[in-house]
């Protein structure tokens, strides 16, 4: 019985691991939010794990080390952008928050995306993450049913 309790405990270490490395977590509060298990206990998996999510201080739980560092798989990036731009042009959602609520990544993760992308969101302060151009101005802003 406890073989199978520690296999499931490596498995959420694991699972951790994988979403840090996809940029769904920066911090041990989101990781508790989304995967329904304590504060306490997403952090001891992530001490076990040697995964430098922060603390309510944005303080990292463990050193950061050339081998515990965030591996982001490209690939998987650039479709997350693509997504994120995708949703900004069909008008699905057009500020950090809604991007973030439709995605299911922190708010942090989609303003890097974006950035990364030139997509140009709106933020809290009603201020674009990156400002329009030729490029990224999208074709309803300028027609009259924008409003």
Same mark, same amino acid.
């Given at each position: 019985?406890?073989?199978?309790?520690?296999?499931?405990?490596?498995?959420?270490?694991?699972?951790?691991?994988?979403?840090?490395?996809?940029?769904? $977590?920066?911090?041990? +509060? #989101? *990781?508790? /939010?989304?995967?329904?298990?304590? $504060? #306490?206990?997403?952090?001891?998996?992530?001490?076990?794990?040697?995964?430098?999510?922060?603390?309510?201080?944005?303080? +990292?739980?463990?050193?950061?080390?050339?081998?515990?560092? /965030?591996?982001?798989?490209?690939?998987?990036?650039?479709?997350?952008?693509?997504?994120?731009?995708?949703?900004?042009?069909?008008?699905?959602?057009?500020?950090?928050?809604?991007?973030? +609520?439709?995605?299911?990544?922190?708010?942090?993760?989609?303003?890097?995306? *974006?950035?990364?992308?030139?997509?140009?969101?709106?933020?809290?302060?009603?201020?674009?993450?990156?400002?329009?151009?030729? $490029?990224?101005?999208? $074709?309803?802003?300028?027609?009259?049913?924008?409003?």
């Amino acid at each position: 019985m406890a073989h199978a309790s520690n296999e499931r405990r490596n498995q959420n270490i694991m699972k951790l691991r994988q979403a840090f490395n996809d940029e769904k $977590y920066n911090t041990i +509060s #989101q *990781a508790a /939010r989304d995967t329904g298990y304590t $504060y #306490q206990t997403v952090k001891k998996w992530a001490i076990d794990g040697d995964i430098p999510l922060l603390d309510e201080n944005g303080t +990292s739980i463990v050193k950061i080390t050339e081998y515990n560092q /965030r591996k982001v798989n490209e690939k998987r990036r650039i479709e997350h952008i693509n997504k994120l731009n995708e949703i900004f042009h069909k008008k699905e959602a057009i500020t950090v928050s809604a991007c973030a +609520s439709k995605l299911g990544y922190p708010e942090e993760t989609i303003i890097s995306w *974006a950035k990364q992308g030139e997509i140009p969101l709106l933020m809290a302060n009603n201020e674009l993450v990156v400002p329009f151009n030729e $490029y990224n101005r999208p $074709y309803w802003l300028d027609s009259d049913d924008f409003l």
